[in-house]
Nanobody, 125 residues
Framework: EVEVVESGGGSVQAGGSLRVSCTAR????????MGWFRQAPGKEREGVAA????????YYADSVKGRFTIVQDNAENTVYMQMNSLKPEDTAMYYC??????????????????WGQGTQVTVFS
């Protein structure tokens, strides 16, 4: 059984930084794409960042470009997302997800089969 485990997050003042990490366990093959999504109260879940583990290509939502960076750890199926210059509107539950096949749209929720439980990120002004 595949398990997606997130860690990190927390509370920070606007302008600060946080890092979240994600590991996918229970794989017998290397996942193709891992991504971070977020959902704020009353809003739909949206794609934030994604990375292809094979080639390292990354994708970002316009709202986080230049501020967030997703990187792959040396360990397989582990990624981190460094979040800098955080804004109050970044406040949300952040979810990691795994797409075990080629994702045509890496920031599309429908591409992902396995999801973590989420980690809260709160940015206060």
């Amino acid at each position: 059984e595949v398990e997606v485990v997130e860690s990190g997050g927390g509370s920070v003042q606007a302008g600060g930084s946080l890092r979240v990490s994600c590991t996918a366990r229970g794989y017998t093959y290397r996942s193709n794409c891992m991504g971070w999504f977020r959902q704020a109260p009353g809003k739909e879940r949206e794609g934030v960042a994604a990375i292809y583990l094979g080639g390292g290509s990354t994708y970002y939502a316009d709202s986080v470009k230049g501020r967030f960076t997703i990187v792959q750890d040396n360990a397989e199926n582990t990624v981190y997302m460094q979040m800098n210059s955080l804004k109050p509107e970044d406040t949300a539950m952040y979810y990691c997800a795994v797409a075990p096949r080629y994702a045509l749209a890496p920031l599309d929720i429908a591409e992902y089969d396995y999801w973590g439980q989420g980690t809260q990120v709160t940015v206060f002004s």
